[in-house]
């Protein structure tokens, strides 16, 4: 079973602060993820990572930024944070199994609730 | 049309029902499928992951997919309170693909 952690669980925020979301997982998975959820909405890719010192953009456009300098952390910046910054962030990771037959699905953290005033 | 469609319900069952939710999806090259299990201010967490066609199970749950008809359904037998919950489909091409969610049926079971 695959270990992530968010922290903050809850941030409640004014506008124009810069925020850091941090994801950490212990299970060496090379692949990470972060999703944007909105109550009672389907989650919406971000950003993604195959691996250190790599980073892309997902499906929704987002202002936020990532970095992945170690294989274990995956945090997300916002640099001056806005109201239509407020919903839910959820990290996930998934890696190879050691079977050969591919990558194992995505495990996600209980995400972090961020409100932006 | 999305890639993914799920009737987002509310569902709503008594205690020991048996609970069918189902999703069909427009892209014939997916292979993966998984069910996630999403409690109210948590993360989903994995329930079921199958390749390509067949059924799969896993104590109550069932997970079945129709790879002719893009169509998949999680079957949960002795439906309990617990299960009450968001549950979302979830597909993928091949396993180093980006992942499609549905946007999730909420269920509630009653006692």
């Known amino acids: 079973e695959a270990d992530i952690y968010q922290t903050p669980r809850y941030l409640v925020i004014g506008t124009g602060k810069k925020i850091t979301l941090e994801c950490s997982q212990t299970m060496g998975h090379d692949k990470m993820y972060w999703y944007q959820q909105d109550p009672g909405m389907e989650l919406h890719l971000i950003h993604y990572s195959y691996g250190v010192n790599s980073t892309e953009k997902g499906d929704l456009s987002s202002e936020s930024t990532v970095s992945r300098i170690r294989t274990e952390h995956f945090p997300l910046t916002l640099e001056s944070a806005r109201p239509s910054h407020t919903s839910q962030y959820l990290c996930a990771s998934s890696g190879l199994t050691g079977t050969g037959s591919g990558n194992q699905p995505q495990h996600f953290g209980d995400g972090t609730r961020l409100s932006i005033l | ?111």
Not at chain 2, 84 to 111: E, N, R
Request: charged share 20%; glycine share 6%.
């Open chain 2, 1 to 111: 049309q999305k890639e993914v469609e799920q009737d987002p319900g509310p569902l709503s069952v008594p205690e020991g029902a048996i609970v069918s939710l189902n999703c069909t999806y427009s892209n014939s090259a997916f292979q993966y499928f998984m069910w996630y299990r999403q409690y109210s201010r948590k993360g989903p967490e994995l329930l079921m992951y199958t390749y390509s066609s067949g059924n799969k199970e896993d104590g109550r749950f069932t997970a079945q997919v129709d790879k002719s008809s893009k169509y998949i359904s999680l079957f949960i037998r002795d439906s309990q309170p617990s299960d009450s919950a968001t549950y979302l489909c979830a597909m993928t091409k091949t396993s180093y693909d980006k992942v499609i969610f549905g946007p999730g049926t909420s269920l509630s079971v009653i006692p």
